[in-house]
């Protein structure tokens, strides 16, 4: 089935560091990929939208030169998170459409920020 | 481990039928449960959710209920829409954790 591939997994980075976060698509070719942001025991908040080729469209309320947004391939979308600071601490996770699956979601990326 | 089994699909329906999405999980501790909707080309959104047990989840018309001693938390609605064609989403987040476990998903289509 379709598998999309996020890593890192978990990561703690310095407050004023930038940390990546990949997502790949590994058997299909996303032509959509969603990030999302989950805070302990809440829901999901999809923080932005992004079309291969095309710029990222952000959700109200989040930062787009914060969290830079690149899908510049069918199989590559990465988030940025730029001069981290510990509320920035979440697990963020991708989501792609394109597979038969209609939509698969990457295993997530525990940030946090000290 | 923790785990979330929901119904496979499509599951095709005509509109103003009865919904019936069955989800039953796997969970150490209390889990807290979801249902998320994705509508074509659009991103995930949440439908509604259950923090404890036989809490009742409602929102549009869907309800689902937290059952502990069944580990269910169906998703139903008395009379569909065509706009509710959509991807159904159940999911579980434990304490202490902040991934949620994911369904595979079911895809609901609705005909007129």
């Known amino acids: 089935g379709a598998v999309v591939s996020q890593h890192p997994s978990r990561v703690i980075c310095k407050s004023g560091t930038s940390v990546k976060i990949e997502c790949r698509s590994l058997?299909?070719?996303?032509?959509?990929m969603f990030w999302y942001r989950q805070f302990p025991k809440q829901s999901l908040m999809l923080m932005a939208t992004?079309?291969?080729?095309?710029?990222?469209?952000?959700e109200q309320g989040v930062e787009k030169d914060k969290f830079l947004i690149n899908h510049a391939s069918l199989t590559l979308s990465t988030l940025t998170v730029t001069s981290a600071h510990p509320e920035d601490s979440s697990f963020y996770i991708c989501?792609?459409?394109?597979?038969?699956?209609?939509?698969?979601f990457g295993s997530g990326t525990r940030l946090t920020v000290v | 481990g923790n785990s979330v089994t929901q119904m496979e699909g499509p599951v095709t329906l005509s509109e103003e039928a009865f919904l019936t999405i069955n989800c039953t999980y796997t969970?150490?501790?209390?889990?807290?449960l979801f249902w998320y909707v994705q509508y074509p080309g659009e991103g995930l959104q949440l439908l509604l959710k259950?923090?404890?047990a036989d809490d009742k989840g409602s929102n549009k018309g869907f309800e689902a209920t937290y059952r502990k001693e069944t580990t269910s938390f169906h998703l139903e609605k008395g009379s569909v829409q065509v706009s509710d064609s959509a991807v159904y989403f159940c999911?579980?987040?434990?304490?202490?954790?902040?991934?949620?476990?994911w369904g595979a998903g079911t895809k609901l289509i609705i005909k007129p």
């Open positions: 999911a579980l987040s434990v304490d202490s954790n902040y991934q949620l476990i």
């Open positions: 259950a923090t404890k």
């Open positions: 992004s079309n291969e080729g095309s710029k990222a469209t952000y």
């Open positions: 058997d299909f070719q996303a032509t959509t």
């Open positions: 989501s792609a459409s394109g597979g038969k699956g209609g939509y698969t």
């Open positions: 969970a150490t501790g209390y889990p807290s």
